[in-house]
């Protein structure tokens, strides 16, 4: 491909991102502006991807590339939502669950190629959960999973040199000491009902998450072309952590389980509480609050993605 051929894309990278070293991501941004005519930026703190992607809308930008895990997915994504521009992902993060439900290669590398064979193409609008306003692209939650989300992006380093798990440990950690402690009595409320729960997450794509590999499912019937699925713990038991996590991972049938409630296929829904929880979009803490409500934006945002 010639010079004056290549797309033009502006370019927002995590440093800070996943496991991969400086050098790796280097030789990344340096292929990728070989295949593209890159503006680049790079984020400085969390949150700072959100003014980064909106400037880059309002300079008249039509693809935005993302480099960088979920988390930094979501922070740009929430800058492009309801405009013109159009996200690409080149996954560098831990888990990457976005990126891999828009069937974008793991490899950086392979994501380039994938991504300079779809751009000229007519990109897929998919849709965005809400929690207040904030957007999330395949998961948010209140309580449990939030403070243990919460509890990784304080440990950075064991974060990039474990992997996802260390997600698995501070959530763990989490349930065995402060949480089960404290833990905040919440109440989901929605067309299914009013129900006390110990933890509830909104799904828009699956799955959960990954360990080894292995997808971790707790919304099996989320589907990005329907609305949000909806899990709920209605009680948190550390005794039974080592069952929940075989239904989980191994025989996938959690939902099934008594202690469990899931709601398939919902606009809207909401969490309240007397006393403020912990609540986090595509594993990105946000300030606890005493009251969430979710619901599904249709055709919000443009991917490139295959049909």
Not at 12 to 32: F, M, T, W, Y
Not at 80 to 105: D, E, K, Q, S
Not at 181 to 191: D, I, N, Q, V
Not at 297 to 305: M, P
Request: hydrophobic share 45%; charged share 20%.
């Amino acid at each position: 491909m010639g010079v004056s051929r290549r797309p033009s894309a502006v370019l927002i990278v995590n440093p800070n991102a996943g496991r991969l070293s400086k050098r790796a991501r280097d030789e990344v941004v340096d292929v990728l502006r070989s295949r593209f005519r890159i503006e680049a930026f790079a984020t400085s703190a969390r949150g700072t991807g959100i003014p980064i992607a909106q400037d880059a809308v309002d300079s008249g930008a039509n693809l935005v590339i993302a480099f960088g895990g979920d988390g930094h997915v979501n922070e740009v994504a929430n800058g492009l939502a309801g405009t013109h521009a159009v996200l690409g992902i080149v996954p560098g993060g831990t888990m990457n669950v976005f990126a891999r439900a828009l069937g974008v290669p793991m490899d950086p590398m392979l994501a380039i190629d994938h991504l300079v064979e779809l751009c000229e193409r007519p990109p897929v609008q998919v849709p965005l959960g809400m929690m207040d306003d904030r957007y999330f692209t395949f998961s948010a939650g209140c309580g449990f999973d939030a403070e243990a989300a919460a509890r990784v992006e304080r440990y950075v380093p064991s974060k990039r040199r474990f992997g996802e798990i260390f997600f698995y440990w501070s959530a763990f950690r989490v349930l065995a000491g402060s949480y089960r402690r404290r833990a905040p009595s919440m109440t989901l409320k929605g067309p299914f009902g009013t129900i006390p729960v110990s933890m509830a997450i909104a799904s828009n794509a699956g799955p959960y998450a990954y360990l080894a590999g292995r997808p971790v499912e707790i919304a099996p019937r989320v589907a990005l072309d329907a609305g949000l699925d909806v899990f709920a713990l209605k009680t948190m038991r550390i005794e039974a952590l080592p069952m929940y996590a075989w239904r989980v991972i191994v025989s996938g049938d959690l939902v099934e389980h008594p202690d469990v409630r899931y709601e398939h296929d919902q606009s809207e829904f909401e969490v309240v509480s007397e006393v403020p929880f912990s609540r986090h979009v595509d594993g990105e803490p946000l300030a606890p609050a005493t009251s969430a409500r979710f619901c599904i934006q249709r055709d919000a945002l443009r991917v490139v993605a295959p049909r």
